[in-house]
């Protein structure tokens, strides 16, 4: 099995971020799907969809995902707390993107292991951050 | 005027997962934002979200700036049972806002 520090050549906001949440466990590439487009033309609005494989028991299911960013002001994006009875591990929103940027959904099993994916996203117009208004 | 926009299922087998959406109009205000004089636009956005199914917690979500405005979020639950879904927002300036959905479940 290979273990992954995907906090690793990122930003230290983002490894602290994620050390936030798994603490000092491993998170291992595998298991997660982040579906969000690898090319977007406005970063203000960029859907984005996370799934989990899990069977969805009450033995064995998803506690929760966490999705974060890597250039953003703020490293965190959401986190989603869902249970047995969910049925199905999968969310989608809507988020902001302020650069081209990795983004990095983790998830947390109910065995407390953690398991992420990472993406790359182009952003042609970025979420507006700086401009006046 | 704050509005939720809620799809769920009317009806549903027993033992089903359905798909519930969720939108709640808000500006999600980042915080990082400056008027053209230069002064920060202060933050405001939801930073929670709670769904329960008959009083109990079915999903919930933290919400950063970076949840794009109007936040959507789409999810899954399993229904066993005929009830009712509460959904509530809240964030930054006291902001709480609540919806509901009914589900028939035969």
């Known amino acids: 099995?290979?273990?992954?520090?995907?906090?690793?050549?990122?930003p230290a906001m983002l490894q602290t971020a994620i050390r936030n949440v798994v603490g000092e466990a491993n998170v291992r590439t595998g298991k997660v799907k982040l579906d969000i487009p690898p090319l977007v033309e406005n970063g203000n609005t960029v859907p984005m969809t996370v799934s989990v494989t899990s069977p969805m028991t009450a033995d064995e299911y998803v506690k929760s995902i966490h999705v974060f960013n890597e250039k953003n002001p703020q490293p965190n994006i959401g986190n989603f707390y869902l249970g047995p009875r969910a049925g199905r591990a999968q969310v989608s929103t809507r988020i902001r993107l302020a650069d081209s940027q990795k983004v990095t959904a983790i998830a947390?099993?109910?065995?407390?292991?953690?398991?992420?994916?990472?993406?790359?996203?182009?952003?042609?117009?970025?979420?507006c951050t700086e401009e006046a208004i | 005027m704050p509005s939720a926009l809620i799809n769920v299922p009317k009806k549903a087998k027993r033992g089903d997962v359905i798909e519930i959406k969720t939108l709640m109009s808000h500006i999600m205000e980042t915080?990082?934002?400056?008027?053209?004089?230069?002064?920060?636009?202060?933050?405001?956005?939801?930073?929670?979200?709670?769904?329960?199914?008959?009083?109990?917690?079915?999903?919930?979500?933290?919400?950063?700036?970076?949840?794009a405005a109007n936040p959507f979020i789409t999810f899954f639950t399993?229904?066993?049972?005929?009830?009712?879904?509460?959904?509530?927002?809240?964030?930054?300036?006291?902001?709480?806002?609540?919806?509901?959905?009914?589900?028939?479940?035969?």
Request: net charge negative; charged share 25%; glycine share 6%.
């Open chain 1, 1 to 10: 099995m290979v273990i992954v520090r995907p906090a690793d050549a990122t």
């Open chain 1, 108 to 127: 947390r099993l109910s065995d407390d292991t953690f398991w992420s994916a990472t993406a790359d996203v182009v952003v042609t117009l970025a979420a």
């Open chain 2, 78 to 106: 399993t229904v066993t049972e005929s009830g009712k879904f509460e959904f509530e927002w809240s964030g930054d300036k006291g902001f709480s806002e609540t919806a509901q959905a009914s589900i028939t479940v035969e």
């Open chain 2, 31 to 67: 915080g990082y934002r400056h008027t053209a004089s230069g002064d920060v636009v202060p933050r405001d956005i939801i930073t929670s979200f709670t769904c329960r199914f008959n009083g109990a917690e079915v999903f919930r979500a933290d919400l950063y700036p970076a949840i």
